[in-house]
């Protein structure tokens, strides 16, 4: 079964320093999208993508947050300069559209 | 506003107890329900859509636009089911983004 894939499973990074956080969705989704969870708190929802621009984003993904797919299979969040509270669990997914999105195993981002 | 509340933070049952896992949202349009499974070190997986009307592993869960309720239920829980239970909403239509609730732990006793 396809599966969402992300790259690495854990990062630590000092703050003011850039990350990226790699992902490859599902070969024939459409939308793309990134969500965070800090520790303890509630999955939330950071930006969405689709046809190769950013179809919603939230208030968290401000200017230090952008994406790119790159290729055909790549789908990118860079965090340009990290703070201690950007540490947090970073989840890719995927959909066709409307049927619910399927998750990668997450990326755990650890700012010191 | 979009917004999805999980009432319990920790539900725990004996082994072929019944489950009712509590969700509860709120939208100003027609939203879709998604529940979400993460067992332990895994990531989340899809459970059920309500506008499949599925049973899987042999939970079920309703919408009620009424109470505004999709709870998830199971009538005899089994140790596997332990886990995290994530109640999710999005608008209709292609590619929206999923609001969730703060989930609810899911533990089974034998």
């Known amino acids: 079964e396809p599966e969402v894939t992300q790259t690495p499973s854990h990062q630590v990074t000092q703050m003011g320093q850039e990350v990226i956080l790699r992902c490859v969705p599902i070969?024939?989704?459409?939308?793309f999208y990134w969500y965070r969870q800090i520790l303890g708190q509630k999955v939330e929802f950071l930006v969405s993508f689709y046809n190769n621009e950013i179809s919603e984003k939230s208030e968290i993904f401000d200017d230090q947050f952008s994406v790119e797919r790159p290729d055909g299979s790549n789908f990118t969040l860079k965090i340009r300069s990290t703070k201690l509270e950007d540490s947090a669990m970073y989840f890719c997914?995927?959909?066709?559209?409307?049927?619910?999105?399927?998750f990668g195993q997450g990326t755990r981002l650890t700012v010191v | 506003a979009q917004r999805v509340t999980q009432p319990e933070k920790l539900l725990s049952v004996f082994k072929g107890a019944p489950v009712e896992l509590k969700c509860n949202y709120s939208y100003s349009g027609s939203p879709e329900l998604f529940w979400y499974v993460q067992y332990s070190r895994q990531r989340l997986q899809l459970l059920l859509r309500h506008i499949s009307r599925e049973s899987i592993k042999g939970f079920t869960a309703d919408l009620n636009k009424g109470e505004t309720s999709f709870h998830l239920k199971k009538p005899f829980a089994q140790e596997e089911d332990s886990a995290m239970y994530y109640c999710?909403?999005?608008?209709?239509?292609?590619?929206?983004?999923?609001?969730f609730g703060a989930g609810t732990i899911l533990r089974v006793k034998s």
């Open positions: 997914a995927s959909s066709e559209g409307g049927v619910g999105a399927f």
């Open positions: 999710a909403l999005s608008g209709q239509g292609g590619g929206n983004k999923l609001v």
């Open positions: 070969s024939n989704h459409l939308y």
